[in-house]
Every structure is written in structure tokens, then in C-alpha cells.
């Protein structure tokens, strides 16, 4: 993690604010402790094992990790869903990791983003994706490239496999191992017998039938009274799960070769395009590729155009999080600076009654800032004073209302001397006394020296 | 400098007596003149104290500095991971237990952790909270189970009686300690394949800042360090004395050196016997140090070649040239 500088991220966070302000996005008050289970919920487990969590009276809670669930959970607990409200609301502040990467105590860093939620369609995805990468335009840091992707392709694919919900929850959160040259669609297939289909090793289940798992049953009476929350049925079930699953090895297989060379375009989203309808059966993703094609005509009038851009359609980041585009993006230096996507489902695993449409993105701050020059601080000066306080007091408000940082000191172990007191309430700056009257005079030759 | 140096040592528990049994072996006997106090004296070590504590405490006094060193389980040291603890040796040779995960054995459908993150799947599909973990181990059971794809479980603090914990209702698996593994079993719990999260026993552990900056603390551990490796080798090997007959001690030099089973740590002590009858062919008595591991082939050699009256006796210390945790811990501090 890069050393923090707290000037330059606040001024970052401030002029992203600003930014952000211009497209109608407000700043959304989001807490910083919440109820640790709103962050169970959110699928991939990425940041789970990085929570930050501690009990209070008997509830774990937890300080954020980042902003999305808590601010799409306001808009739940808000019921803005019931009155269609679109809400666009930009985040900044801390976030907290537990056990950072780095080994380190630096338990919080700063992050910033926006979530527009109640809109759905193109506009809301190429508005957000135009206004991360303006952001860092803003910083100083124009986006080099954009690269796009749609988690709908990789769910229709899986779907028109006839997988179960778990088996294609654990192709989504595996799904990396596809572009990863070390694994490879073998590694999943290895996953998949060892956690999901694979017959146990307590238990036989090459001829798997109803008697069997009876027996079963009965073996786990003979065995005791441990079993620790979970029923006889509850055993049986999974071992017939586990063996109709393994019936889906083949259909996994299938997937998971056709996922693999999806996986390998890379490409401009025309030749992405052409190469994507060219596989069997990619009528099923009509929808993806027209939703691809209006983001695309709008981010080229933002004045992204489409050599900037790069269609991915197996873009490996959480997975099972999105619902639709994705995007990343990446600065001069190939440093991946922003990212985020659709996650309208999302909605539905804290709490509400249905799928509420909501895109947004986060800035990597670490990355945006890294070999950016520091700010420059503002010259504070200082008032020299060791009597009448009041006198000190007066000349500092007044210097202030017209702009001038100020200090007072009663001493002056710097030897600076910028500003004294004198005993007959004049200020000295260099060899010039001041009176009250001569004030704008004072703050001319203070801002001539500043320059 | 200090005037005094603490060794803390565990004051009950599973390694509580067995602790001082190894120092005593080691020539490092404490004293303790009442059951029931806290402290102690180890004469051995010129001002060296002893101070009997918990063996989680053990870690904390050390860590603070208040003991120089102790001996406590390495999974404390693990559980309880400070910067100034500085492990010295990590095999005192006693101690042995593994920290593991068990569930119920009559979850036939669980062998592995992969099976046990798929039933965390379960948990939170069917009775829509979280896979419980009994253990006195957080830290480490909480790093363990992410690194096998399970995120969602919830830490069941618990102390003593992990064991009953699936049975009474209250947890749904354990991480705990296991040494014979009776306890399970008694309980209907069930080790997975792949769930041991650590190999522990006893170690000795040091106070980092004393170590470097003292020069007292240095010498009070290379007394302790130099005893505990000489009685740790010397645990390896046995000294074996035989007799043989040849015409020429330098007959049987050359035939027990060309065999690594009888070559002995530097090769063979060959004496001869002055025997009451006349003979053509001398007798010699042959005594050699062979490692435990290969004793009995090493005394099949002796007599293949003609030894009898073969005696062993177990060596007690081995002082090498010099003693080898104490040169790593030099190493470890950057000192001469």
C-alpha cells in the first residue's frame, strides 16, 4: 500500500467531489458502522475475510469496507424504490480493511465513488462510466483506456447449460481461473469434483440410490447425538445432490470450453463484436451485445471513442455481484485507476422485496494518486505577540477576512518574525508598520510576498 | 544490563510436567519450593529466576518483556503473534498435539474442507445463518477457513469443552487441539483430511529487545541453549560398545569407516583387549555413537563382521563443536 498522504488524498477527494457535483451527483451520508451480515450478503467473498468486525451487546458489526452496500441499503431502508426515485449519489471518505495486505496496522484508507440507483439502461452506464474517467482527468490522470465487459453473457451461458444455482455460483466465483494461464478451465473441473459432486470418501456413493442414502441415515444414528445444527435430511439431501451434480460434470465441461474462448477476446468492441457472433447459439446474448452497442455510441458523444476502448466479455471481477456491464479503467501507465458495473440483483440479497436497477464505480485511489506531486501548501503566517492578546486577536480576523491564513504565536522559535505586534498596536511586515487603517495597504504587501 | 533473568514456564496443563522433566533431563533442574507458589529458581543458569504462569500468559510476559524467555506450545505463539516474541526452538520434543478441524462423524458427507465450504453453503441456504466454530483458536481458524473458500462462519468463542460443543447445540464444528485424538472420538467428532491447521509442541521463546540488547540475556541463553541441544542430540543417539576379533585394529577401522551404518559420528574408538589365553587373533573393543534411527541395522553390520557382546547405552548430552540453536539465534539477531 503506498504511504499515506493525507493533504493530497483530501484535495483529491475534494476536487472528485466537485467533479462528481457536476453531473448531479449529490454526497451521500453513509455510516460507518453497520450491522456486519448487510456485508455477508454481498456475493464473491471477496471482502469478506478483509472485514473489519466487532460484537456489541450481542451483535456483530462491522466498519465499512466500502460504500455500495450501505448506500443501496439506505435507499432500500429509505423505500425510495417504492416512488421510482433516482437517486445519484457520490461517496468519499475512509474505508476499513482487517489484516491489510501489507501486513501492516493501517487499518482504513481513503476511497471515493458514485452510485446512481433507480436507473436503468445504457444512459445510467455510459453517465457513470464517462464521469469516473473524466474524474480522473480532473486529477490529472487522463483514462487511456476503457475496457468493458457484461456479466449477462457469462450468466446466460451457464444458464443455457442447465447448471444449478450452486454449480453456476461456483463457476462464477471460479470464473478468474479461466484467464489465469496456471489454471485453466481443468482447475474448475478439479474444484468442482472435489467440493460439489465427488463421492465422499465416508461414504460409497458409486451406486447411489434411496436405499443407500436410508442407510446412510441410519449409520448416523449408530454414530451419535453430534450433529452440530445439522438434520439426517439435511446429510441425505447433499449426498443426492452431490450425485445428481456429478451428472453435470458433462454440461460444466461444455460451458467452461465455450467460457474459455470467449475469454480469450480481448479486443476494439467492433472485431469483439463480430467474434462473439460468430459462436454457436449467440443469439442468447442479443440483448448483452445491443445494450454493448448504445453504451458504446453514447461514450463515443462523452468523447470516449471506440479506439479507446476495449471489449472483454469474460472481464474477471466479481462475478456473482454484477448483473450486467462492467468496466474498468486505465490510466497512461496500465494502472487500473477506476472500476465498477450494473448490480441490479444486488437489491434483492439486503433486504428488498425486488431487483432495484443500480450501476456505480469506485476509484482506486492508491493507484490515481501514485507519482502524483504533492499539493502545495497555503503560507500560513504568523503573528508575532507577547502582550495585549486582544490587539493580536483583532489584526488576525481581520487579515483572515480578507483571505490571509494566520496564526498567532507568543513566541517566535523560527526566528520567521513575519508579523509583529508592536506596543503601540501597529503590525510590522519586514520594515513597514501598519495601523488598522492601513490594513488593505498590509494585506497588498502580504499577497506581493506571497506571489 | 539486567541483574536478573525470568524464564517463565507454564504453571498447569498438558505440558506443565512434562516441562520440567525435559529440563531436568537437560541438566537444567528447577526448583520450586512450595506447590504452591509462582516462582522458582533454575541453578543451573547463574540468576536465573523462574516465574510460573498460564501458557497464554507466558506469551504476553515475554512479549512485554517482564520473562526473557519462556516455554510454552507453539500454537500460542501463533495464536498470539507479538514482534518482540522471537521463537528459539520450535521442537523441544514434547508437547506434540495438532490444531485441526473436526466435524460430527455422523456427517458422512463431509471428508475434506472442500466438502465443509459446500456445507457452509448449505448453512446459509437451508437455515439461513452461519456455520458456527467452536475454538479457543480465532486467529488461526479464522485465517484457515478463508483460505479454503469459507467465508461464511461465525467464531464460537468457547473455553474448555470444545469437544461437547457440536453435541450440546451450541457450535457445529471445532477447532481445537488434538493429541491422541480419544477426546474426539469419545465426543463422535471426526478430523477432515486436510484440516490440520497446525503441527505444534513446546518451544522455547525469547524476549526480542532483551536478546539484542543484553548481553546477561545472551549468555543466560546460550547456557540454556548449549545444555537443551547437547540433551536434545544426544536423545538421537545410543553409544555402542562390541567386541571383535581381528589380527589388525586397522582391519576392523576400515571395514565399520566404508560402512555409513557403523561409521559412527567420526569413526570407530578401537582398544585392545588384553585377554588371559593365548590366541592367534586379538581382541579389540570397538565403541561407536550410531544415530537411534538406524541402530538395529547398524548393530547387524557389527555382527555380520564378526561382533559380539554388543552393549548400548543411551548418551545423555552431545556437545557438538558448537551448539546449533544457539549459532541460528546469533544468526536471527545479526550478532556475533
Redesign the interface.
Known amino acids: 500500500m503506498a504511504p499515506r498522504r493525507p493533504r493530497q488524498v483530501q484535495a483529491a477527494l475534494g476536487a472528485l467531489r466537485s467533479h462528481m457535483s457536476k453531473f448531479g451527483y449529490v454526497p451521500a451520508d453513509v455510516p460507518i458502522i453497520q450491522r456486519s451480515d448487510l456485508f455477508l450478503t454481498r456475493a464473491g467473498d471477496q471482502i469478506l475475510h478483509k472485514l473489519f468486525t466487532f460484537e456489541r451487546h450481542g451483535v456483530s458489526l462491522a466498519l465499512r469496507p466500502e460504500f455500495t452496500t450501505p448506500a443501496l441499503h439506505r435507499y432500500i431502508a429509505d423505500h425510495l424504490y417504492e416512488t421510482k426515485t433516482v437517486a445519484r449519489w457520490q461517496v468519499a471518505g475512509i474505508i476499513f480493511e482487517d489484516d491489510p495486505a501489507d501486513g501492516s496496522t493501517n487499518f482504513e484508507r481513503a476511497s471515493s465513488g458514485a452510485e446512481c440507483i433507480g436507473l436503468a439502461g445504457a444512459a445510467a452506464e455510459a453517465e457513470i462510466i464517462a464521469m469516473a474517467a473524466e474524474g480522473c482527468s480532473a486529477l490529472g490522470k487522463p483514462v487511456e483506456r476503457i475496457v468493458l465487459g457484461d456479466a449477462r453473457l457469462l450468466h446466460a451461458v451457464l444458464s443455457a447449460h442447465n447448471l444449478d444455482v450452486r454449480v453456476q455460483r461456483f463457476v462464477l466465483s471460479h470464473v478468474g481461473a479461466l484467464t489465469d494461464p496456471e489454471r485453466g478451465a481443468d482447475y474448475i473441473l478439479e474444484r468442482f469434483d472435489a467440493q460439489l459432486a465427488a463421492p465422499s470418501s465416508s461414504l460409497n456413493t458409486d451406486s447411489q440410490d434411496v436405499e443407500e442414502v436410508i442407510r446412510a441415515i441410519l449409520v448416523t444414528n449408530e454414530r451419535g447425538r453430534a450433529m452440530g445444527g445439522r438434520t439426517q435430511p439435511d446429510i441425505a439431501r447433499r449426498l443426492v445432490q452431490r450425485q445428481q451434480r456429478a451428472a453435470q460434470r458433462q454440461p460444466l465441461q461444455d460451458a467452461l470450453r465455450l467460457l474459455a474462448h470467449l475469454a480469450k477476446i480481448r479486443t476494439v468492441p467492433s472485431e469483439a463484436i463480430r467474434l462473439i457472433m460468430s459462436f454457436p447459439g449467440a443469439e442468447l446474448w442479443d440483448q448483452t451485445l445491443q445494450n454493448w452497442r448504445e453504451v458504446i455510441a453514447l461514450l463515443d458523444v462523452y468523447g470516449y471513442p471506440e479506439s479507446c476502448l476495449q471489449l472483454v466479455p469474460i472481464l474477471a471481477r466479481d462475478w456473482e455481484y454484477y448483473s450486467g456491464v462492467m468496466f474498468e479503467l486505465y490510466d497512461a501507465r496500465g494502472s487500473h485507476v477506476a472500476g465498477g458495473g450494473r448490480y441490479d440483483e444486488f437489491a434483492r440479497l439486503i433486504g428488498a422485496p425486488c431487483d432495484i436497477p443500480a450501476v456505480g464505480f469506485t476509484y482506486y485511489l492508491d493507484a490515481l494518486l501514485h507519482e502524483m506531486p504533492s499539493s502545495s501548501t497555503p503560507h500560513v503566517w504568523t503573528i508575532l505577540a507577547d502582550h495585549d492578546l486582544a490587539q493580536a486577536v483583532g489584526w488576525a480576523q481581520s487579515l483572515r477576512h480578507k483571505g490571509i491564513p494566520i496564526q498567532i504565536n507568543h513566541v517566535d522559535p523560527a526566528g520567521s518574525r513575519e508579523l509583529r505586534l508592536n506596543d503601540d498596536g501597529t503590525l510590522s511586515f519586514g520594515d513597514v508598520r501598519y495601523t488598522f487603517a492601513e490594513l488593505e495597504s498590509l494585506v497588498e504587501a502580504i499577497n506581493g510576498k506571497q506571489r | 544490563m539486567m541483574e536478573r533473568v525470568t524464564l517463565a514456564l507454564p504453571s498447569k496443563g498438558a505440558i506443565a510436567d512434562p516441562t520440567t522433566n525435559f529440563l531436568r533431563d537437560c541438566g537444567l533442574r528447577v526448583d520450586k519450593p512450595n506447590p504452591r507458589q509462582y516462582t522458582g529458581a533454575l541453578p543451573a543458569v547463574p540468576g536465573m529466576d523462574v516465574l510460573f504462569q498460564r501458557v497464554i500468559d507466558i506469551a504476553y510476559k515475554v512479549a512485554d518483556n517482564t520473562a526473557q524467555f519462556g516455554i510454552t506450545g507453539l500454537d500460542v505463539i501463533h495464536e498470539y503473534p507479538h514482534e518482540n516474541i522471537l521463537v528459539i526452538q520450535d521442537n523441544l520434543g514434547y508437547g506434540e498435539c495438532r490444531l485441526l478441524v473436526a466435524?460430527?462423524?455422523?456427517?458422512?458427507?463431509?471428508?475434506?474442507m472442500?466438502?465443509l465450504?459446500?456445507?457452509a453453503?448449505?448453512?446459509r441456504e437451508?437455515?439461513r445463518r452461519?456455520l458456527?466454530v467452536a475454538t479457543t483458536f480465532p486467529f488461526m481458524a479464522?485465517?484457515f477457513l478463508?483460505a479454503h473458500?469459507i467465508?461464511?462462519f461465525?467464531i464460537v468463542n468457547a473455553e474448555g469443552a470444545i469437544e461437547a460443543?457440536?453435541?450440546i447445540?451450541y457450535?457445529?464444528?471445532i477447532v481445537d487441539l488434538v493429541a491422541t485424538g480419544t477426546t474426539l472420538r469419545e465426543?463422535?467428532?471426526k478430523p477432515l483430511?486436510d484440516g490440520v491447521i497446525l503441527e505444534s509442541q513446546a518451544c522455547l521463546i525469547g524476549s526480542r529487545v532483551a536478546l539484542e540488547q543484553d548481553g546477561v540475556v545472551r549468555e543466560a541463553a546460550r547456557i540454556l541453549l548449549e545444555q537443551m541441544d547437547a540433551s536434545l542430540q544426544g536423545k538421537q543417539y545410543s553409544q555402542v560398545t562390541v567386541n571383535m576379533r581381528a589380527g589388525d585394529r586397522n582391519d576392523i577401522a576400515r571395514k565399520l569407516v566404508a560402512n555409513p551404518l557403523t561409521s559412527g559420528l567420526q569413526g570407530p574408538t578401537i582398544a585392545p583387549i588384553y585377554a588371559s589365553h593365548d590366541e592367534d587373533e586379538s581382541w579389540f573393543t570397538v565403541t561407536l555413537i550410531l544415530p537411534n534411527k538406524q541402530l538395529l541395522q547398524g548393530v547387524d553390520v557389527l555382527r555380520s563382521l564378526g561382533a559380539t557382546d554388543v552393549i548400548v547405552t543411551p548418551v545423555r548430552y552431545l556437545f557438538m563443536d558448537h551448539a546449533p540453536t544457539y549459532k541460528r539465534l546469533c544468526e536471527a539477531l545479526a550478532i556475533e
Open positions: 466435524v460430527p462423524e455422523a456427517w458422512l458427507d463431509v471428508a475434506t472442500a466438502d465450504a459446500d456445507v453453503l448449505d448453512f437451508l437455515h452461519n458456527r479464522r485465517k478463508h473458500g467465508h461464511h461465525t460443543a457440536p453435541t447445540g457450535a457445529d464444528v465426543n463422535h467428532l483430511l
